[in-house]
């Protein structure tokens, strides 16, 4: 079955193909496409109405997702992807997080990650993933990306980026998310 993913990030289209081996994956930039909504379901509803008006009678998905740390007041939030600025920068946003928890004593975090999905006959759903942990004090593990290195996922003492691709897929956001959508497609 093919599923038209609105992004361009290489990263996401690995993920949403690992968590989803049934499907084909088949990406579609939502260029131009403005994220301005407050909150991750706002964005990807953005993304998906922009890419499902393309593929009308197919199934759309667009997901918005992003690090939510207790301490910072959910910051970074829907700013994720450019919390140290444009152009966006995987080690300015986890050098600018590791600066904002200096000594903070509260490390929370979540990942949540929202999926909105369009169907074929045009009905939009929305399914969300969430992953408590911690942020840690120093990056670790080579895998992953963005804030993976920082992120601790509770019950474990290493971060998303010590962990394989099928470890971090079981239990993260965005698998959980994708998890949903596969119930919901399955329907």
């Known amino acids: 079955m093919n599923l038209y993913v ?7 289209i690995r993920e949403i193909s690992e968590i989803l081996p049934n499907f084909t ?6 260029e131009g496409v403005e994220e301005n909504a407050p909150d991750f379901a706002g964005n990807a509803l953005i993304k998906v109405r922009a890419i499902s ?5 197919s199934w759309a998905m667009a997901d918005d997702s992003g690090l939510e740390v207790e301490a910072l007041g959910g910051a ?18 986890n050098a600018l997080l590791l600066k904002n928890m200096m000594g903070v004593t509260n490390r929370r975090a ?9 169907d074929p006959e045009g009905k939009e759903h929305i399914v969300e993933g969430l992953c408590p942990g911690v ?7 080579a895998s992953g990306f963005g804030y993976d290195p920082l992120f601790i996922p509770d ?17 993260s956001h965005r698998g959980r998310a994708l998890e949903k959508l596969r119930a919901l497609i399955q329907k």
């Open 6 to 12: 609105a992004t361009h990030n290489a990263h996401k």
């Open 25 to 30: 994956i088949i990406p579609d930039d939502p």
């Open 53 to 57: 008006a393309k593929h009308k009678g």
């Open 76 to 93: 970074p939030g829907v700013h994720s992807a450019r919390y140290a600025g444009e152009p966006s920068s995987t080690p300015a946003n």
């Open 110 to 118: 979540r990942f949540t990650c929202v999926c909105a999905i369009v």
């Open 135 to 141: 942020i840690a004090d120093v990056p670790s593990g």
């Open 155 to 171: 019950g474990y003492d290493v971060s998303f980026a010590d962990l394989t691709a099928d470890e971090k897929n079981a239990i």
